[in-house]
């Protein structure tokens, strides 16, 4: 091997080693196939059980990640650089390093110019603090729902989104120890529409955090159904699937670890609600919608201060809902909580409604907070709501 090839090497060990390599890009490969890869990235992310390298092979328009121990990734990208690829940009968080072999195998290694300075340090996968999902780095549902264009660069006109999205997902990074963590986490979306976020929970828990998933995205409308499988089917993505029914029916094939309900309408929240606590399933994520049961069960003067204005009425609905809602997955056994969700486009309702399955029972607590909502919904003269007929239905309160 040259000395340029054999200070390559070094080089990628070395790096490793001492914490301080950030990227690796391998392209040209040596020989050109339609079913090899046309190059790999290569980035340290920090996982539970440590750091770990993450190498994202793509092959055509599709990209697979796996994520391998430090001593593997070395060997990986000592057999890429030369063997595998012709080309490599190899950054540190001091320099960046251009690697380039001839066909005869001759290494040439060039320091790169100031102005390609490596990123700064990545060794967190919320390497980018602001982004989990970071702007910059490929991200196929991204890029195959336009966000982002095909070199990883968010799209000006979509950041909004693109800033939702990550909003969206440090909801699940602060869930992500009442998990399992060496498991399959088996995820129900209800409700799930277009899916920008069913797909971006499963490119989070699988090529972020490293962990295995499987999501069941569940709509009524036939639509949204086929083309959400449709990117499926076009990114090549595993353990992600879409179906068509209806909340209220559907039937879990096993455990459910995380239920997700996100602008599901009126009263089709509570259907997610009960189903999930009857599943006993550890984290619940809701964002309720639309609001029209109690609104419409309440006489219009409950409230004689409320009298003639139709959106306080309304919005006290909605309000006393989601309390009841989150005062009973309490007595249910969840610790709950009630949130600011992110900013939408085209709606208000912006409340989340996250609840985690307590370890154990604790009576006193769920009486005081039976007691609280007992002495609240006389107070108002408010009938017993759907989730609250459901859990009682399934013996679950
Ligand atoms: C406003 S969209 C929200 C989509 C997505 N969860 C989001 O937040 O971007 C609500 C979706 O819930 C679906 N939906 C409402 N009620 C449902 C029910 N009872 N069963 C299945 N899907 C339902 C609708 O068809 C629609 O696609």
């Not at 005869?104 to 982004?131: F, I, M, Q, V, Y």
């Not at 929970?201 to 409308?221: A, E, K, M, P, Y």
């Not at 499988?229 to 094939?253: K, M, P, W, Y």
């Not at 201060?305 to 007595?331: P, W």
Request: a positive charge; glycine letters at 8%; one cysteine or more.
């Amino acid at each position: 091997m040259s000395s340029a090839g054999e200070k390559l090497n070094l080089l990628i060990s070395d790096s490793v080693l001492d914490g301080s390599f950030r990227k690796a890009v391998f392209s040209k490969p040596v020989e050109k196939t339609s079913t090899g890869p046309s190059r790999i990235d290569v980035r340290p992310v920090m996982l539970k059980g440590g750091v770990k390298l993450q190498v994202t092979r793509r092959v055509g328009a599709q990209e697979f990640h796996e994520n391998v121990d430090t001593k593997e990734g070395v060997a990986l990208m000592q057999r890429f650089a030369g063997v595998v690829f012709r080309d490599v940009h190899y950054g540190t968080s001091a320099e960046k390093w251009i690697a380039r072999h001839s066909r005869k195998g001759k290494c040439t290694l060039t320091r790169g110019k100031s102005a390609d300075r490596p990123p700064e340090s990545n060794t967190s996968h919320n390497r980018n603090r602001k982004h989990l999902i970071p702007d910059g780095e490929p991200c196929p549902f991204l890029i195959a729902t336009g966000i982002m264009s095909a070199n990883g660069r968010v799209r000006a006109k979509h950041y909004a989104k693109f800033r939702q999205i990550n909003r969206y997902v440090e909801f699940i990074h602060d869930i992500l120890d009442r998990l399992p963590a060496d498991d399959t986490i088996n995820v129900v979306d209800f409700g799930c529409g277009k899916s920008y976020l069913t797909f971006a929970t499963h490119h989070f828990f699988q090529n972020v955090c490293g962990r295995q998933v499987s999501i069941t995205g569940l709509d009524r409308r036939q639509d949204v159904v086929e083309t959400c499988n449709g990117i499926v089917r076009e990114l090549g993505l595993e353990n992600i699937h879409f179906t068509v029914g209806d909340i209220a029916d559907f039937q879990s094939a096993g455990q459910v670890h995380l239920t997700i309900s996100l602008h599901a309408c009126d009263t089709a929240t509570d259907d997610a609600l009960a189903a999930a606590v009857a599943w006993g399933t550890d984290v619940i994520l809701a964002v309720p919608c639309c609001q029209h049961e109690l609104s419409t069960q309440l006489p219009k003067n409950h409230l004689p201060l409320f009298s003639g204005h139709g959106i306080l009425h309304d919005k006290f609905s909605s309000l006393a809902t989601d309390a009841i809602r989150a005062g009973l997955l309490e007595c249910a056994g969840y610790e709950t909580r009630v949130m600011e969700f992110i900013d939408m486009e085209h709606t208000a309702k912006n409340l989340l409604i996250r609840a985690i399955k307590r370890t154990g029972v604790d009576t006193a607590t769920t009486g005081h907070g039976r007691e609280q909502m007992q002495v609240f919904c006389q107070q108002f003269s408010i009938p017993p709501l759907r989730l609250q007929q459901k859990l009682e239905e399934y013996h679950l309160l």
